[in-house]
């Protein structure tokens, strides 16, 4: 059998191989009490707020200790999933709304029910009434949100003052800061710009690409429109409201030319436009530009005025070895206490927090008339998006669709109830 | 069996051989030495290239779900949704021959072209192949960002061009058709250089006495061209052929940073709607399913080539 004595050597060399392996990529090896817990930040100020309260919750909880983890937010769902599907799972981590739907209806994100509503110290009713819209599922919470961040109008003072425009927060305080008003604005001022800049654009262009739901919400809202309707599952983007909102984005960019076209790379905080929608996280933007900028709310439509917020979230992970532990650290990091000593970084979804918003908000970008007039009740009245539980495949069925809507002679109606009619089966509405 | 071979009778002088169990022993321990040299190779084989290439095989038989952790077996149904039930696929697949063909032609055609225009040591020869050399040593990632932004509809660079001499560009990156042409080209441009190097260094390696012997018997300049030196240079093309088609079957930056892979799935080749479904909508057992086809594809278009290559490459 000289075969068998010639593969001999490379078996040796093959289980060689393989035992190093195996001593290198086994199993996780943390201790009872080491948690660890994800985030996309990289932001020293704010892994320091993070590592202050971790450290604080360590001191109270004896052997425990807590590591966190700062994932590029690009790669932050990609390696998460695959520390989950091995035995690296995290303890505790952050999550986007969309993803903590999914996750909760696949069953990996621990209850945190019973720890937050048995503790009459910590509040539950403080929080926002849309706070847990994307958190709780069938009346059991599955994430708190850290970070409930309304979407505001930001305008270039500069560019309306040159062209003798109204300011748009006062029009706000009137009752007339409203989308038709927006695109005659708009009209007005596209001549005076230069080459390049329009005078409006969505949310950091992302209307073109993947976070088009969200960026299109609140213009859908304020005509009465929406993605669909989560009770009962309907697609409503081919109803005559959603139709007629598409429709004057769509009038901007393509007959009027006021609005950022796809493909275009002008930037309001570069100076390319003179109106966008955006959030409290993105202001950071501004430092260093040359131009002044005020703040208000949302345009409001025929449907009447909207409040819109995008939220991020603590999970504890269900297949944690530590899972009682993390509830306890997911809760610990979301009481009145700790929220207050984020807030700088992140808006809270607590009232009481919101009650000191003046003193939180101090040194913040934001000026202190914009803090209690947008910020404020941006946050108490905004409604996040409310996501389906199989988002990512709806999202990969109707992105693609989407994009028809993107040249000037698309039939707005037609595209938008093509999409309708490929993800209503997806929509299914809540069991019972 | 016995061995018919006569025994070599020993040499004068030489060193009486050492017993047959030291020898064994010597060679058993060399050869051991020699495995755990190679161990680390191995292993990485093992771990990197082989598990993974196994792990996928075994994957695309199964409905998992890499996010929310849910495997369950499938047998061949993502084979058969992929085939029957999933017009994306074959949309993308068309999309993908559209692109190997335009990128392999364009390589092709260009860099040989230039490979023969450089040849003459004509004056600044040397100038030119640093400048279509200087996109070869260029982050792809640099290179796909910068045509992004001079392909913009409106303000775009090659527009403002086009508007110079009257004629209005399309919205490049925004529209079905012209998206999938950008990507195309660009990606295209990107290796002309390097391809027109591997034909240089051919085109130099070709015996003068061939072509001053084509030359006496009369043949002109196309002649020569047509029957001698495009025919010595088959088994270089044939290679720049193969490498740039493995190449644009493996392509994912372009797309991924100039389109997307839209508008409406126009420039989703079939590696990108791998990456799509397995990594933004996390369908990690369809994915792998898609990949093997990938697979598949590359292996039997590389082997089909490898197998005509007798009827058109003449290397003696």
Not at chain 1, 313 to 335: C, H, I, M, Q, Y
Not at chain 2, 227 to 252: D, E, K, N
Not at chain 2, 299 to 311: K, P, T
């Amino acid at each position: 059998m000289i075969w068998i004595r010639r593969i001999r050597p490379v078996a040796a060399a093959v289980v060689v191989a393989l035992s190093a392996a195996a001593c290198g990529i086994g199993g996780s090896d943390r201790a009872p009490g080491e948690l660890t817990m994800t985030v996309w930040t990289a932001d020293q100020a704010q892994l320091a707020a993070l590592d202050e309260l971790t450290a604080e919750f360590a001191e109270s909880h004896e052997g425990t200790s807590i590591e966190i983890q700062s994932i590029p937010q690009d790669d932050y769902l990609t390696k998460l999933s695959v520390r989950l599907s091995g035995s690296n799972a995290p303890d505790v981590g952050w999550l986007g709304a969309p993803d903590a739907v999914g996750l909760t209806a696949a069953g990996r994100l621990a209850d945190l029910t019973a720890a937050l509503e048995s503790d009459p110290g910590y509040a539950l009713d403080d929080f926002v009434p849309a706070a847990f819209t994307n958190w709780r599922d069938d009346g059991r919470i599955h994430g708190v949100p850290f970070s409930t961040s309304p979407f505001f109008t930001i305008y270039n003072k500069d560019l309306l003052a040159a062209a003798g425009l109204p300011d748009p927060a006062a029009l706000a305080a009137r009752g007339e800061w409203t989308w038709e008003r927006l695109a005659a604005m708009a009209r007005t001022l596209q001549p005076r710009l230069p080459p390049g800049s329009y005078a409006f654009q969505s949310n950091e262009g992302a209307v073109y690409g993947p976070l088009v739901w969200t960026t299109l919400d609140p213009l859908l809202r304020s005509f009465g429109g929406a993605v669909h309707d989560p009770a009962t599952g309907e697609c409503r983007l081919d109803d005559a409201e959603s139709v007629a909102a598409v429709d004057l984005y769509h009038r901007m960019v393509f007959a009027d030319g006021t609005a950022v076209p796809p493909g275009s790379e002008a930037d309001f905080f570069a100076g390319d436009a003179a109106f966008t929608l955006t959030q409290l996280s993105r202001l950071g933007q501004l430092e260093g530009g040359d131009f002044a900028w005020g703040v208000t709310a949302l345009p409001a439509g025929p449907g009447g005025p909207v409040a819109v917020t995008g939220q991020s979230g603590f999970v504890a992970f269900e297949d944690s070895p530590n899972r009682d532990l993390a509830v306890e650290l997911v809760k610990f990091l979301s009481t009145r206490s700790s929220a207050e000593r984020l807030a700088q970084f992140y808006p809270p979804a607590r009232n009481s927090v919101l009650d000191e918003a003046g003193t939180v908000y101090a040194d913040s970008v934001l000026p202190a008339q914009a803090v209690q007039d947008v910020l404020v009740p941006g946050i108490r009245e905004g409604e996040p998006f409310p996501y389906p539980a199989i988002w990512r495949q709806v999202r990969g069925i109707a992105e693609p669709v989407f994009d028809r809507l993107w040249t000037p002679d698309a039939e707005v109606p037609a595209v938008l109830g093509d999409i309708c009619e490929q993800i209503t089966p997806l929509l299914e509405p809540p069991a019972g | 069996v016995t061995s018919t071979f006569p025994t070599a009778p020993p040499r004068a002088g030489a060193v009486p051989d050492r017993p047959p169990r030291r020898r064994a022993t010597r060679r058993a321990r060399e050869a051991l030495t020699a495995y755990l040299l190679i161990s680390p190779q191995v292993l990485g084989l093992l771990l990197f290239v082989i598990g993974p290439l196994v792990g996928v095989v075994v994957l695309s038989f199964t409905h998992t779900d890499l996010l929310y952790g849910t495997s369950r077996p499938a047998g061949l149904a993502n084979f058969t949704q992929l085939a029957s039930g999933d017009p994306t696929f074959w949309h993308s697949v068309g999309v993908t021959v559209v692109f190997a063909t335009g990128l392999v032609a364009i390589n092709v055609v260009l860099s040989l072209v230039l490979a023969l225009v450089l040849d003459r040591n004509l004056r600044g020869a040397g100038l030119i192949l640093t400048l279509v050399f200087l996109p070869v040593v260029t982050s792809q990632a640099a290179w796909a960002v910068v045509w992004r932004f001079l392909l913009q509809g409106e303000g775009g660079t090659v527009n403002q061009l086009l508007a110079a001499v009257g004629v209005t560009g399309p919205n490049w990156l925004f529209e079905p058709v012209p998206a999938l042409a950008s990507v195309t080209v660009v990606a295209a441009l990107k290796t002309v250089g390097l391809k027109a190097v591997i034909f240089l260094a051919a085109l130099r390696s070709i015996p003068r006495e061939v072509v001053e012997a084509a030359r006496m018997d009369g043949a002109g300049e196309w002649q020569l061209h047509r029957r001698v030196i495009l025919p010595l240079l088959a088994p270089t093309t044939l290679v720049v052929v193969i490498i740039t088609l493995i190449g644009s079957f493996q392509v994912f930056d372009y797309i991924l940073l100039m389109t997307n892979g839209g508008p409406a799935h126009a420039t989703t080749v079939l590696a990108f709607y791998v990456y799509e479904q397995g990594f933004e909508l996390f369908r990690t057992g369809y994915a792998a399913a898609l990949a093997v086809v990938l697979f598949a594809l590359t292996l039997a278009l590389v082997a089909g080539q490898w197998a005509a290559r007798r009827r058109w490459v003449h290397d003696d």
